[in-house]
């Protein structure tokens, strides 16, 4: 079975300062992996995936995530974040089969601070 | 593009009475819709899968009488809370994808209050 872990629940880091929002997955199968954020009381918006191809992945506002298939990781990183980047980030799963389901991380509160 | 709809943004309803959300994709035909649910701070567990003119495929736990689902044409999809109650509470939220697409796109979420 497939399962996401991200071990941080809060990460409280300082404004321009750079963080690394971990998530690590199990899988016996290729996969295809996601970063999602949610503002409060909103839906999930796709932030960046990896299909296949690079194993660095890109987002339009900085972000970047690196597929390690080694050490079963697609750890999020930004190099300086903003007061806006405060959400919550949810890494997600999906199995090449075909019921195409997502499996969440329990996800990473990124707390921006001034 | 690929926008997906909710309706409503959010709901308070009595307990023992029965509640729709509608989940709708705007640009697209939507062969496959999910439907989630998330307690607060927590993630995002999977529902039901319903494929276009079929039978929804519900996850194990997930009480099927209880949580009825309908994905009638392509752009709708409905999930019915039936006699609702406060345990029922919680933020749904769905997402929808069109056939050889693998990625989901989601709706804004309907919070739902049991009274």
């Known amino acids: 079975a497939q399962s996401v872990t991200q071990l941080d629940s809060q990460v409280p880091v300082f404004e321009e300062a750079p963080v690394e929002l971990r998530c690590n997955y199990s899988?016996?199968?290729?996969?295809?992996l996601f970063w999602y954020v949610q503002y409060p009381n909103q839906g999930l918006q796709l932030l960046l995936k990896y299909l296949s191809g690079s194993t660095l992945v890109e987002s339009i506002n900085g972000f970047e995530a690196e597929f390690n298939k080694s050490q079963t990781s697609f750890h999020l990183r930004k190099p300086s974040v903003h007061i806006s980047d405060t959400a919550e980030y949810f890494c997600?799963?999906?199995?090449?089969?075909?019921?195409?389901?997502?499996?969440f991380g329990t996800g990473t509160l990124l707390a921006v601070q001034p | 593009g690929a926008v997906v709809s909710q309706h409503p943004s959010r709901v308070i309803c009595k307990s023992g009475t029965s509640v729709k959300i509608e989940c709708r994709s705007l640009?697209?035909?939507?062969?496959?819709m999910f439907w989630y649910r998330q307690f607060p701070k927590q993630s995002l567990m999977l529902m039901a899968t319903?494929?276009?003119?079929?039978?929804?495929?519900?996850e194990q736990g997930v009480e099927k009488d209880k949580f009825l689902i309908n994905h009638a044409s392509l752009t709708l999809s409905t999930l019915t809370v039936t006699s609702a109650h406060p345990e029922d509470s919680s933020f749904y939220i769905c997402s929808a994808r069109w056939q050889g697409n693998y990625e989901q796109y989601f709706g804004p979420g309907t919070r739902l209050t049991v009274t």
């Open positions: 899988s016996s199968v290729s996969v295809y």
């Open positions: 319903s494929n276009e003119g079929s039978k929804a495929t519900y």
């Open positions: 640009d697209f035909q939507a062969t496959t």
């Open positions: 997600a799963v999906m199995s090449g089969g075909a019921t195409n389901k997502l499996i």
